[in-house]
Each structure stands twice: as C-alpha cells, then as structure tokens.
C-alpha cells in the first residue's frame, strides 16, 4: 500500500482543513475504510472519524490508535507539486502524516483479523481540531471514544529524528500549554504630560517584561513554567498615549501540579503590575493541555514493537518538549503513550522545525509509523 498511502497522505497534504472544518478529510478516511469492508462512523460534530476493528470482548480491551485530522492557518511555501491549494493553510504539523499512518495501520490490521490474527480488538480515532484549545480530543471523549479501550497509542512527526526511527520517553514527553489574552485600559493622553495618564504603553512594556521574571521566581525552576508573548499592540501615534493595549501569548509548563497553580498566580501577578501604572485590566485564560504523561508499560510497547520490526537501534531517547498536545487529555483516562516519529530525510542536516510554511517530511515515515502501530497491535 506504499504507493496508495503516499498518494493519500499528499491529497490531504493539499487540502488542509482547519479545526473543525475537515469535513473533506473525515469524507476521504471514512470512504477509505467502507471500500475496505469497514463500518466507520463520524462524531457528532461532523467531523472526526472512529472504526473498530475486531468484535467487541469484555475480556479484551481495544487498543486504541489516534491521528488528529486538522491543519494550521499559515501558508505554505514549499516548491512541491502537492503544496496546499488553499490560501494561508497548511499541513505543518504533520496531521496529514498522522492520519495516513493511522488509516494504514487500520487496513493491515483489519485484512489481520480476517485472518483471524489479531490477538485484541482494535479502534482507530481520527480526532478533528488537536490545534484548537483546549484540544479535539475533548469532544472524542465526550462522544465515548474511550469506552472499552484498554490502551491507547499516538505518533507526532519530529523533524529533528532520522526517518526510520523514533523518540521515546517514559513520564512527561510534552508540556501544558494555555493561552493568555490581556487587555490594558487607561484614560490617554498627550505625550508631553505622561503623569496626567495611565501610561498604557509603558504598562504593557511592563506587563511583557516583569509578568515572566515575576513568575520564574515564584515556582520551582524545574517546573519550567514560562510566559511567552506573541502579540502585543497599543497606540496609533507618536505623541499619543492610548486608551487601549492587548497583549497575547502563551504559558507553557513541564510539570502538572505547576500547571493547574498556573492561572492563579498569572492573576496575581497582572494585578500587581497593573497597579503600579493606574491600568485596569482583563484577563482571558484559556486553558489548554496538559502534559502528555507516557505510561511506562505502554511506552515500553511501542519499544518492543519498534525493535521487533526494526532493530533496537531505531529508538532514541527523547527530551520533554515544550510543546503541547492534546492527546494528553486521553492519558488522564486510559494508560498510552506517545512516540516522536522521524521524518528528517537521511543525511540532511539543515534544522526543520514544526509550524512553519516549509515543513514537509521524508514519506518513507508513513511505512515506519503503519509497521510501529502494526507490530504494536500484535504485541499486546
């Protein structure tokens, strides 16, 4: 199915979807596996595809294998033939690489369980919207996705690991991630009488600077809790103080007790900064992911399942990103794990980095992730 899934993974590539909007998407997964005798079904938001693979048993869980579906609203700028054909959106993450190999490992294992091969029941979960907070996966879980799954497994595309392998890590292989949205309001003013105002641009400047040093030294360093501003906009000119500031980004954490004290103390912060300069201010928090925790049995499954196809020398240790994903919230109901897939082509050593216009991936990772997920099944 080499060809086939290539072709597959490249459709999608050039026709990205947003979260909650792949419904072309969900219509191509969930017409692949009907022609191969399948009976998927779509989530009761339109999109999002479940197929269950093998007759339902109480004495054997599923096993669960997630993709999530959706792209990112940033343009493509790569010079290949199957860019994306939509303006300022993009497979850049890798979703489109997810699914594919979620989709082939679900027609192997389905042709398996003909065979009567499969040693337990299998359920696939194409999720809509893992970019969107707090994430897809919650509306999978709230449509029962995880009743009945014993375990559950993931890949995410990792440009920095060589195709044909993959990164591993028991515990904490990702960070929560929240999203802040501030405003700043004062009375303005001239320029020439900053005392008569609330300075709000020197307030936002403030904002930005002391709301991360403030919050590095209240919580232990190696939570690694950080505040990183994306967007900050005030003002229309020169010699005006405006009435109105914005600011926006995200805090990022390596530790889940550090994450749920988070909001609490953001709040306490803003409000001591904006005190010294007069501001008032509202806080929009937007919570987000936490952690994904790997399990250790799970963990050591996908190691197993790798070596067995591939050799011990295909699995590397890997670092606790920063990043976030939403798979997490699956992990807080049922043990799983999450591998980093290599999609960095043989020999290329210039640096590829996620969410950005000219990530692509070596499509020989495909084959990789169908034959992990694949070994994985027959394992358990």
């Not at 993974?9 to 792949?22: I, T, V």
């Not at 343009?75 to 699914?99: E, L």
């Not at 300069?277 to 399990?295: D, F, I, M, Q, S």
């Not at 049922?334 to 082509?345: D, E, I, Q, S, T």
Request: aromatic share 4%; proline share 6%; with cysteine.
């Amino acid at each position: 199915m080499r060809a086939e899934l290539i072709a597959f993974r490249r459709d999608l590539h050039m026709h990205p979807e947003l979260g909650r909007q792949e419904f072309r998407t969900t219509a191509a997964v969930k017409d692949r596996l009907e022609r191969a005798g399948l009976k998927p079904w779509v989530l009761p938001g339109g999109t999002g595809v479940v197929c269950d693979i093998g007759a339902t048993d109480p004495d054997r869980p599923r096993l669960a294998l997630r993709a999530d579906l959706d792209g990112l609203p940033i343009p493509d700028t790569k010079r290949v033939d199957y860019r994306s054909t939509i303006p300022g959106r993009a497979h850049a993450c890798g979703h489109d690489v997810h699914t594919t190999v979620v989709l082939g490992a679900g027609l192997v294992l389905a042709e398996l369980e003909r065979a009567g091969r499969l040693p337990r029941p299998v359920r696939l979960i194409f999720q809509p919207a893992e970019e969107v907070m707090p994430g897809g996966a919650l509306d999978a879980i709230k449509a029962n996705v995880l009743d009945g799954v014993g375990r559950i497994l993931a890949v995410h595309c990792d440009p920095k690991v060589e195709v044909g392998r993959i990164g591993l890590r028991q515990g904490p292989i990702t960070s929560a991630c929240d999203r802040l949205e501030l405003s700043l309001d004062g009375s303005g003013g001239h320029t020439a009488r900053p005392h008569l105002t609330t300075d709000l641009v020197m307030a936002a400047a403030k904002m930005a600077a002391e709301l991360p040093a403030v919050l590095a030294r209240r919580v232990d360093p190696r939570s690694g809790l950080s505040v990183v501003w994306g967007r900050i906009q005030a003002g229309h000119a020169c010699n005006v103080i405006p009435q109105h500031a914005e600011l926006e980004g995200t805090v990022r954490c390596l530790d889940l007790g550090a994450w749920r004290d988070a909001p609490d103390l953001v709040h306490e912060v803003i409000d001591q900064v904006a005190g010294m300069y007069r501001a008032k201010w509202e806080l929009t928090y937007h919570r987000g992911v936490p952690p994904v925790v790997n399990e250790a049995d799970s963990t050591e499954l996908l190691r197993d399942a790798m070596t067995a196809r591939y050799g011990a020398h295909a699995v590397e240790d890997t670092e606790q990103s920063l990043g976030g994903e939403d798979f997490s919230w699956y992990l807080e109901q049922v043990p799983g794990a999450l591998a980093r897939l290599g999609v960095r082509p043989l020999g290329d050593t210039a640096k590829h980095d996620l969410h950005q216009g000219d990530f692509d991936v070596d499509e020989g990772a495909i084959k990789v992730g169908v034959e992990l997920f694949t070994s994985a099944a027959l394992l358990v």
